[in-house]
């Protein structure tokens, strides 16, 4: 079982950075892959980027390729979204998600997820 925490989100102006965190409880949680998704309003969630276990390997969304970084750190049972030039259409609420698919980008393929954070991008 894992319980996830995320934290970081707020207000920022389009350009700005924030950094969102992912607090993971469980002894298991470097054996998992660690996912971001994010929904906006109306919309369906979708794949943000993906980090797996040992952190060699990370996959990006195109929208978010270049200005989004995420990161691990199995010492603190934590996952890191960093997001920078961030736009108005980055407006929504992010998830962070756990599961055991290598590159999973399907929120199918995951089998934890927190309860999200709200990220709003002003322009």
């Known amino acids: 079982q894992v319980q996830l925490v995320e934290s970081g989100g707020g207000l920022v102006q389009a350009g700005g950075s924030l950094r969102l965190s992912c607090a993971a409880s469980?002894?298991?949680?470097?054996?998992?892959?660690m996912g971001w998704f994010r929904q906006a309003p109306g919309k369906e969630r979708e794949f943000v980027a993906t980090?797996?276990?040992?952190?060699?390997?990370?996959y990006y969304a195109d929208s978010v390729k270049g200005r989004f970084t995420i990161s691990r750190d199995n010492a603190r049972n934590t996952v890191y979204l960093q997001m920078n030039s961030l736009k108005p259409d980055d407006t929504a609420v992010y998830y962070c998600?756990?599961?055991?698919?290598?590159?999973?980008?399907?929120?199918?393929?995951?089998?934890?997820w927190g309860q999200g954070t709200q990220v709003i991008v002003s322009s």
């Open positions: 980090i797996n276990w040992f952190a060699a390997r990370t």
């Open positions: 998600a756990a599961g055991r698919v290598l590159g999973a980008s399907r929120s199918s393929e995951y089998d934890y």
């Open positions: 469980g002894r298991t949680f470097s054996s998992y892959t």
